[in-house]
């Protein structure tokens, strides 16, 4: 079977992009039905985002030949800090200013702040969407190759 590239970079991530986002409107309908004021557009452009850069690392460490397990595990915690720090400031887009302000200010002496439970069932949600969108990019690739194995999520 020949491979395309506009099949690798273009048609399967959107068409993963599609299904990961419809399975989050799924979630966000079933999370308003429980709790009717809760904002949803923060929480779909994050999972939007996050799905985007899981398939964009996963070419990149995928066309990048000779490295080693420590790297790509250091590669991938730097991935995950950068998407919590990211995914805090998107989170941070259905609040006030002044609730801005005054969650920084009690972090000082309460860290914990920083991490409402909202946000931590986003992350929980992110790394979801992250592994199901990886996972996905590995079966397409392999679609080319059905009996390709030794498939990895690094």
């Known amino acids: 079977m020949e491979r395309h ?3 690798n970079y273009f048609f399967w991530p959107l068409i993963i992009t599609i299904m990961i986002m419809c399975l989050n409107m799924s979630m966000v309908n079933f999370a308003q039905g429980i709790y009717p004021t809760w904002s949803s557009g923060y929480f779909l452009g994050a999972m939007l985002f996050t ?8 070419h990149l460490l995928k066309n990048s030949s000779g490295l080693d ?10 991935e995950w800090l950068m998407l919590v720090i990211i995914l805090k400031i998107i989170s941070l887009t259905a609040q006030s200013r002044a609730e801005i302000w005054t969650e920084f200010q009690t972090a000082w002496q309460d860290p914990t702040v ?3 439970v909202p946000f931590i069932v986003m992350l ?3 790394f979801v969407s992250w592994a199901i969108a990886t996972i996905a990019m590995m079966d397409f690739e392999n679609l080319a190759n059905p009996y390709g194995f030794g498939r990895t999520f690094l």
């Open 5 to 7: 590239r506009w099949l």
């Open 51 to 58: 799905t985007i850069e899981a398939m964009y690392s996963y």
């Open 69 to 78: 397990i420590d790297f790509t595990l250091k590669y991938r915690a730097a």
């Open 114 to 116: 920083l991490f409402p």
């Open 124 to 126: 929980i949600l992110a």
